[in-house]
């Protein structure tokens, strides 16, 4: 079975602070893929990556980078965390090519006080 | 971003019923996909539709790819407490890559 793996289930940061949120895939997928989740919102997607050093935009990037030094590992970097970032975070991975189901980490939810 | 539409946003049924979810979009999909969320935890996908037409089931659950390409159905039989969760559905556009476009998700509840 695909194994996606969050580094942390909780957390609570301060306003300001410089936090990382660590994802790793045992699939040797291509593609990776951070969300977060809202109430009423769903799914936003923030950043993806089809290789190593690459990325992409989505949805909603602005206040986060990210950084895949490693096929196996995508980081999200929250550069100087706001209220507004509290929110469930969610890795994915999948197999390079279209079509291909993606599969979801645990999540790690962030509270920014 | 564009979103699929999912209705309504919760559901309460009760133990043994049969449950029918839909998820509708103005554009084509070339894949649907259905995940359940349970609370706290990531989604889980449930089951992936790649043709259009195409009946799957997993289960107790059954799951079809709309003919016009713009919808599809999930069906939970003889629903159980466990089946308590989240429900998405996320498709994949036509000559898109790996990105997917999600629903807002069904909130399912089942009583005893």
């Known amino acids: 079975d695909v194994k996606v793996t969050q580094s942390s289930r909780y957390l609570v940061k301060r306003t300001g602070e410089k936090v990382f949120l660590e994802c790793v895939q045992d699939?040797?997928?291509?593609?990776m893929f951070w969300y977060r989740q809202d109430p009423g919102l769903g799914l936003r997607l923030i950043y993806f990556?089809?290789?190593?050093?690459?990325?992409e935009k989505g949805d909603t990037p602005e206040g986060y980078s990210v950084s895949r030094e490693k096929k196996e590992r995508f980081s999200l970097i929250l550069e100087s965390a706001s209220t507004n970032q509290t929110s469930m975070y969610l890795c994915?991975?999948?197999?390079?090519?279209?079509?291909?189901?993606?599969?979801f980490g645990d999540g790690t939810r962030l509270s920014i006080l | 971003g564009q979103q699929l539409n999912q209705s309504p946003q919760s559901m309460f049924i009760q133990e043994g019923e049969d449950v029918s979810m839909n998820c509708t979009s103005s554009s084509i999909f070339n894949t649907w996909l259905w995940y359940k969320q349970d609370p706290g935890e990531g989604p889980v996908l449930l089951i992936a539709l790649y043709k259009a037409g195409e009946l799957t089931s997993n289960g107790r659950l059954t799951a079809q790819f709309g003919i016009t390409r713009k919808d599809s159905f999930l069906n939970i039989s003889a629903s159980i407490p466990s089946d308590v969760g989240i429900y998405f559905c996320a498709g994949q556009p036509t000559g898109a890559n790996s990105k997917l476009t999600f629903g807002k998700g069904i909130t399912l509840s089942v009583r005893p």
């Open positions: 994915a991975s999948n197999v390079g090519g279209a079509y291909q189901p993606q599969h």
């Open positions: 990556s089809y290789d190593v050093k690459m990325k």
């Open positions: 699939m040797d997928h291509e593609n």
